[in-house]
């Protein structure tokens, strides 16, 4: 009797526990939901914020019909907090407050840059939240799932690989399946579905393949027959890599699958050949596939190609650039300057207008959802729902890890899209059935219900879990049960289904609540990994919006840059005889078009400015002064310049006079080539021109042509010298007291030398000559002797010192002109660029190689006693209000050869167009000299080339010409061209313009 008394006691205090336990597990799961309304709540607070100042900047009166979105928003996710209450009280607190301040925020942001697609997204924003509802009334417990895991399993690998069959490519990457005039990314609900798949097969097969180890010296490596999933998951991501183009996708679903792996084994070995798989599957792809190739090219240097390949994410550094730390304002950066800113880079205009800060925000708002889905999964009862959990966790949170380090030139980018923000239909949907399922995980989680069922329990009662299971049928687990009496069934409320095993038969630290605590351990370390790949994310963006912005906003290809200045007055580009090249004319909305009056007057010279195309030339050099930022030529434009104030900008004043430039591109006109008129005194540019040209009025016709009218052949194009540069090695050989112009040398048609043939032009024998004349009548054997007794270093350091190797100009841009490294070259090349000819085949480039500005710069060397100057265009800069602020100074090269020597080489190049090869560059009353240059340049087609100085006795003019051959006979030309502009240049120059 007092047996059957003991039992009914025991009975009616489990029932009270029972009723304890519940009522507390209730009072719990309502103290979370009060706390999750007061989140959202709070949440709704910058959401609204937001919203209001877009509404504003957008021009539109504040109201309540203009908050529509924000306010339905809101009370979608408050509907969805009150079904939370009946579907899962003792949810995760906090994860839908985050979800729908990040939705919020994304969807502001879609309505300011794509208006017109707002109105889908809002729709598939409310249908996801309700997806998400849906996924909770359904889908009640992970363990009645987990029997369905290869079904699963299954039909995610069949959804994620069945674009590659059936699917449109789309930018690049084959993602779309359409039916009818609708299309979506099964690929999105393929991640959800491996998901749940690996979660549940871990579950099954965690202790295994914990243990399931063979040592190979000092590591412990795991069995090939535990690898094979790793393998088949590696497998799946080449797949995709090639068939599908999604390399986005495969590092996902490799790095959540790697992720899911360790947590469940806690083997950091798996994680180890993990990397060692990912590292060769990324090798292979890289050289196997172009494509792939192409997004790791243009991550390390997008600026190689900033107008193609490269274009979407250099147009995204500019617009993080102008962000700063607090942005520029919602609707009033240039963020829609990014090719598809909506979907992939939409994290970029978030920067752009909610600057470092705003930016930051989004960042750690994700760094909290991964947070706080770790910690649903350490509250799962379930090794199912934990593992499930986790993985979710991770996609969401390594997915936004990978845009945003994409958008951000961190990583590659991958074409991923930016979990609740990104514009899409499919991803949202998927995201929100994430969210619904980690809220059913965190519901299903231990709690302090359990907590007072174990309270009489032992501390050996923990080792309960290691043989058991939750099954009825299992005589062991009844036994157990009724061995460890209240405290077994306490502890088996924590214990259960897929913790407590024993199909295995294995007893490790991977089971029971030892597993559980091990578990704990590893989602802490989890969560720090993740905080850290988040803080380099932040890291990485401060550095890309404030301590490299500076550098990418004065970059002249920046349109942003170039777009903001349309509302400054963009100072004048104006020649030296006063006549206006270029100029802002003001519009009827305040912005200012830039004009430039005289066509294509000294187009190259004088560049252009395009938000398309960025900027070149002066417009590009001297971008700063012209927009107004470098002024300090009085108290007040200092002041308004270090504050940043904008100001109308400052003239530039160049050195090219119109009518000589005038001049200069009539005679070019029907041509092929380039001319450059330097003040050989000063290196002052007076004229400059490269033909063909191009108008600014047809820049995207010639931007986009295949012509070559953008290359400005003066300072961009290299030529073979030909016989102009015999002047180089006749004041090399003269210099160095080698020789003097009397010095005889024979002069044979053809010339042995260092085992190979020096030949003159056409065969002429001139038999024997003295310097003076080999120069006059252009000898290659005579000069071919004259370079070889100097050798290949000195005639290597004499050409450097003229100008080779180095870029050439104070205030543009020019190529280097090349020698070859004088240890590289035979007797026989050495002999050959005496002459002017590169034929070397080494290492470094054949030379000689000349810039047609090179050239001008060495005869204005000789015209100038031996003195080279550094070139220049920019004369002087004026201020708004005329004030001449600064006048550029001529900078000297060095002294390259001796007054006597270059009174030597003078006289020379007098002998060559008044008796030589250079008599068609002669001008009537004035004595010229010069020397002629023909450049053999493959085909049967030689270039003619003519450098010169004028008046021989007073130089105030040194010209250089270079006439391409086309196919066509120029022999000759480019010295009858000399002769008018030397002509025309002179008799201006007469008249008091263009000294």
């Known amino acids: 009797m007092r047996k059957k008394h003991r039992q009914m006691a025991r009975d009616t205090s489990g029932q009270s526990s029972d009723v304890a336990a519940r009522t507390f597990e209730e009072g719990h799961g309502f103290q979370r939901r009060h706390t999750e309304l007061f989140l959202l709540i709070l949440a709704a607070i910058p959401v609204l914020l937001l919203h209001c100042m877009f509404v504003v900047t957008s021009g539109n009166q504040l109201g309540p019909e203009n908050l529509g979105v ?131 097969y871990l579950a099954t097969n965690r202790e295994a393949l914990s243990i399931s180890m063979r040592r190979v010296g000092p590591f412990a490596v795991p069995r090939l027959r535990m690898l094979l999933p790793l393998l088949v998951m590696w497998g799946i991501s080449l797949l995709l890599v090639v068939f599908e183009r999604d390399l986005g996708s495969a590092l996902l679903f490799f790095v959540f699958f790697v992720i899911m792996l360790y947590v469940a084994t806690g083997r950091v070995s798996y994680v180890i050949v993990s990397f060692l798989l990912l590292a060769i599957g990324g090798t292979f792809c ?115 890890f990978l845009i945003v380090g994409g958008v951000t030139k961190l990583l590659p980018l991958t074409g991923v899209t930016l979990p609740f923000m990104s514009q899409g239909g499919t991803s949202l949907l998927a995201s929100f059935i994430i969210v619904g399922l980690l809220l059913r995980a965190g519901d299903d989680g231990t709690g302090h219900a359990t907590e007072l069922k174990m309270a009489g329990g032992t501390a050996g009662s923990a080792l309960l879990g290691t043989t058991g299971t939750t099954d009825s049928r299992d005589a062991g687990a009844n036994a157990t049960g009724e061995l460890m009496g209240e405290a077994g069934r306490g502890i088996s409320g924590v214990v259960h289904g897929a913790n407590v095993r024993g199909r295995f038969n ?38 890309v919006m404030q301590i490299d912005s500076s550098r990418v906003q004065s970059l002249p290809n920046n349109n942003h840059t170039i777009a903001k200045s349309a509302y400054v007055q963009r100072g004048a580009i104006v020649t030296s005889d006063g006549v206006t090249l270029a100029e802002s004319l ?123 009218q953008m290359l ?113 070259m035979t007797e026989w090349e050495t002999a050959w660029a005496a002459c002017g000819q590169p034929v070397g085949e080494h290492t470094s480039p054949a030379g000689p190689q000349v810039t047609v500005m090179q050239n001008a710069v060495i005869a204005a060397a000789i015209a100038n006693g031996g003195v080279a100057m550094n070139p220049y265009v920019v004369d002087h800069v004026l201020s708004p209000e005329g004030t001449q602020v600064n006048t550029t100074q001529p900078k000297s090269l060095g002294q390259v050869i001796s007054a006597d020597a270059s009174a030597g080489v003078k006289e020379a190049m007098l002998a060559c167009v008044e008796e030589g090869s250079g008599q068609r560059a002669q001008v009537s009353g004035t004595r010229v000299a010069g020397k002629t240059g023909t450049a053999e340049v493959g085909d049967g087609n030689a270039n003619s080339l003519f450098i010169g100085f004028a008046p021989y006795d007073s130089p105030t003019l040194a010209i250089s010409i270079c006439v391409e051959s086309n196919g066509t006979d120029v022999e000759g030309e480019a010295a009858s061209i000399a002769g008018r502009v030397i002509a025309a240049t002179l008799s201006i120059q007469a008249a008091g313009a263009g000294n």
């Open 70 to 200: 924000p306010l339905g928003l809101f009370a979608a996710f408050a509907a969805a907090h009150v079904a939370i209450r009946k579907l899962a009280p003792a949810a995760d607190p906090a994860i839908l407050p985050i979800v729908f301040m990040l939705s919020g925020v994304g969807i502001t942001y879609l309505t300011r840059l794509k208006p017109e697609l707002a109105v889908n997204q809002v729709i598939w924003l409310f249908l996801s939240v309700a997806t998400m509802v849906a996924v909770l009334a359904f889908a009640r417990n992970f363990e009645r799932l987990a029997e369905y895991k290869y079904t699963i399993g299954i039909v995610g690998v069949v959804l994620l690989l069945l674009p590659a069959v059936i699917g449109r490519e789309i930018s690049g990457s084959k993602l779309w399946i359409y039916i009818g005039g609708f299309g979506f990314q099964p690929g999105e609900f393929a991640k959800i579905l491996i998901v749940l798949f690996l979660a549940f």
């Open 712 to 824: 400005d052949r003066a300072t961009q194009a290299l030529y073979a010298p030909g016989s102009t540069f015999k002047t180089v090695t006749l004041a090399a050989a003269l210099d160095s007291d080698l020789a003097t112009l009397e010095t005889e040398y024979e002069a044979p048609s053809s010339l042995e030398i260092g085992g190979a043939a020096v030949t003159n032009y056409n065969g002429n024998d001139y038999g024997t000559l003295s310097l003076k004349d080999a120069i006059a009548l252009s000898s290659n054997t005579a000069l071919a002797q004259v370079g070889n007794a100097l050798g290949a270093s000195k005639l290597v350091s004499y050409a450097d010192a003229f100008g080779f190797g180095s870029e050439l100009g104070l205030d543009f841009s020019c190529r280097a002109s090349l020698m070859p490294v004088a240890g590289e």
């Open 586 to 708: 003001q519009q009827s909305d305040g912005t200012y078009l830039r004009a430039y009056p005289l066509g294509t007057l000294a187009s190259h010279t004088v560049g252009y400015i395009s938000t398309q195309y960025g900027t070149s030339g002066i417009e590009a050099t001297m971008n700063e002064t012209l927009t107004g930022h470098a002024d300090y030529s009085n108290w007040r434009s200092a002041l308004y310049s270090l504050a940043g104030v904008q100001v109308s900008g400052s003239t530039v004043s160049l050195t090219i006079n119109s009518q000589i430039q005038k001049a200069v591109e009539q005679a070019l006109e029907g041509y092929t080539g380039a001319i450059v008129i330097l003040n050989p005194q000063t290196g002052a540019v007076i004229a400059k021109a490269s033909s063909p040209t191009y108008s600014n009025k047809d820049l995207a016709d010639v931007v986009g042509g295949t012509g070559s």
């Open 506 to 543: 294995i007893q490790s630290a991977e089971s029971g609540v030892l597993g559980r605590v091990a578990l704990g351990k590893r989602l802490t370390a989890l969560i720090t990994v993740f905080s850290l790949l988040f803080a380099v994310l932040i890291a990485n963006l401060t550095y």
């Open 286 to 400: 890289y050289f196997a596939f172009s494509h792939v190739r192409n997004r790791v090219n243009i991550w390390i240097d997008p600026w190689a190609d900033a107008a193609g390949g490269g274009y979407q994410i250099v147009q995204s550094l500019y617009s993080l650039a102008d962000g700063g730390l607090v942005g520029t304002g919602i609707g009033k950066g240039l963020p829609t300057y990014v090719p598809v800113v909506e979907s992939d880079f939409i994290f970029t205009a978030i920067a752009e207008e909610s600057g470092l800060l705003g930016g930051a925000a989004v960042l750690i708002g994700f760094l909290l959802l991964g947070v706080r889905g770790f910690a649903t999964a350490a509250r799962a009862k379930s090794d199912s729902s934990a593992f499930a959990a986790v993985g979710l966790t991770s996609a969401l949170c390594f997915q936004a």
